[in-house]
């Protein structure tokens, strides 16, 4: 028998009483932060132990070091293989009269097998799909499909300098251009080319690629915004400013490294032209198959004021824990629900999309929220022997961070003069080039309109970096890393974002 929900209050309700276990697998609980909170029988089944033990909806399924790590899935099929999830997950089926369900950040073919194994369902879009849509090369396709443009560009292989020169000339665009690989990390496979020097830097990155997206280099703002896709409609959260490559929190130049809410961040044009794009791409992505949540980067041109589609995350991402936790979603419910209602056949929703959209462009960016991304900026491998635990923190006038307590609940984090601190990297963990260290998030606008940090960012950053200490490895650390191949390679897969 179906159940009607008709409005946030039925929504709450209805995963307050959920009797569905549903196990969240990953590196870390970041993405999904604060949702054991709305949805009854969460458990998060983790790798990095961000709360020292403390948290009750965390299983621990620590790195033993043995293994190399190839990719995030990797960390996913170490912790659905431990003996310590398959007993939870075996106790929790004993005692539940409903199926087991699962959620990743990433996942593949190989986890889905696993997932049958262990008679759990899980609640995301298949992966062949997923992997189709991942691609750099698909969404600019299904964007033109749907009426979204990318920045002027052409999809080519490319295989020297002078056919880059060549293909950009023909296509009309410009003298900079920005390349991107189909598939990666936006940070580490996204190229900023000027001359034949900054090619030759990364040539053998472009030219192994079967094709790559080659654009027009434009003066933009970054936008993340995420979206779920139902049989309902396309459900829209709250638009973000995009922080990319500031120096003092990521050493690569492309690198994601933030995000900001607030209201006068763009104008009102800005935001219904995102949220008409957005719609058009989550009706797309439905009539292919693809159910749920999604996020999207927009482009703004400073110089046009075009709004264009920059890339498509066709899964839970970066920016889920600030949307999922804004003010907005806060006061009525998470964005994800809608996810998770689509997937539940038991389920009828009256609650009109349109609707939810329309408030949510008019007050999904009250308040301000802002989170920075702090990586391990030098290009070295070092031990952390200093790291703050996760909870609150007060900013002392002397620029230091005070604890206030240990915390797992971002929203406890509220004052202009407070922040929330997850830690990411522990003492005694690997502190190499690209590592996460650490997610704050704060209440204060933190850019300038020119992109940069403003005083209060900068304070936030500074206070930051002075929560964490390394030293040099000894000869014997160096020794077991040279044996077991470097963290910097092994241990990339083990961020959050």
């Known amino acids: 028998m179906k159940t009607t929900l008709h409005t946030f209050a039925d929504i709450k309700a209805y995963f307050a009483n959920n009797r569905k276990p549903l196990f969240f697998v990953s590196a870390s609980n970041f993405n999904m932060m604060g949702m054991h909170d709305w949805v009854n029988n969460w458990y998060n089944i983790n790798m990095l132990d961000c709360f020292d033990g403390n948290h009750p909806n965390v ?22 293989n431990s003996e310590a999830t398959r007993a939870l997950i075996a106790k929790v089926q004993a005692t539940s009269e409903q199926r087991c369900q699962a959620l990743f950040l990433f996942f593949d073919a190989q986890l889905e097998s696993i997932c049958q194994e262990l008679e759990l369902d899980i609640v995301l879009p298949k992966n062949t799909l997923v992997r189709e849509i991942d691609s750099k090369i698909v969404t600019t396709q299904i964007g033109n499909s749907a009426g979204v443009a990318s920045v002027p560009n052409v999809l080519a292989r490319v295989g020297s300098y002078a056919e880059l020169q060549q293909l950009a000339h023909t296509a009309g665009l410009g003298k900079r251009w920005v390349v991107q690989s189909a598939y990666g990390d936006s940070g580490k496979t996204t190229f900023f080319i000027a001359s034949e020097a900054d090619y030759t830097s990364v040539a053998s990155k472009i030219e192994s690629q079967d094709q790559v997206k080659l654009m027009r280099w434009v003066n933009c703002v970054g936008t993340a915004i995420e979206a779920c896709a139902t049989r309902w409609g396309t459900f829209v959260g709250p638009l973000l400013s995009e922080m990319i490559g500031l120096e003092s929190l990521t050493p690569y130049q492309g690198g994601w490294c933030g995000n900001e809410i607030y209201s006068p961040a763009f104008s009102a044009e800005i935001r219904t032209q995102v949220l008409q794009k957005t719609q058009a791409m989550g009706d797309a992505l439905y009539q292919l198959g693809y159910r749920g949540y999604f996020e999207l980067d927009y482009l703004i041109d400073q110089d046009s004021g075009e709004v264009y589609l920059g890339e498509l995350n066709a899964r839970i991402s970066g920016v889920s824990a600030l949307t999922n936790m804004s003010d907005f979603c806060a006061k009525h419910v998470p964005l994800f629900l809608f996810h998770l209602l689509e997937y539940d056949p038991l389920v009828e929703l009256t609650l009109d999309a349109a609707a939810f959209n329309r408030s949510m462009l008019a007050h999904g960016a009250d308040g301000v929220s802002s989170q920075l991304i702090l990586k391990h900026t030098e290009d070295s491998l070092k031990i952390v022997t200093q790291a703050p635990v996760s909870g609150v923190y007060k900013m002392k006038s002397d620029g230091h961070l005070s604890l206030k307590c240990a915390s797992l609940n971002r929203r406890d984090a509220l004052a202009p003069d407070e922040a929330y601190v997850l830690r990411i990297t522990a003492p005694g963990e690997y502190a190499y080039k690209g590592a996460d260290l650490a997610i704050m998030f704060v209440n204060q606008v933190i850019r300038t309109p020119q992109g940069q940090l403003n005083a209060h960012g900068s304070g936030w950053v500074s206070a930051l970096q002075s929560q964490f200490s390394t030293r040099q490895l000894n000869q014997q650390e160096r020794s077991l890393v040279e044996l077991t191949q ?6 990339s897969s083990r961020t959050s974002s």
């Open 59 to 80: 299983l621990v399924v620590a790195d033993d070091h043995t293994r190399v790590f190839d990719g995030i899935e990797d960390v996913n099929h170490h912790l659905l």
């Open 486 to 491: 470097n963290p910097a390679n092994v241990k």
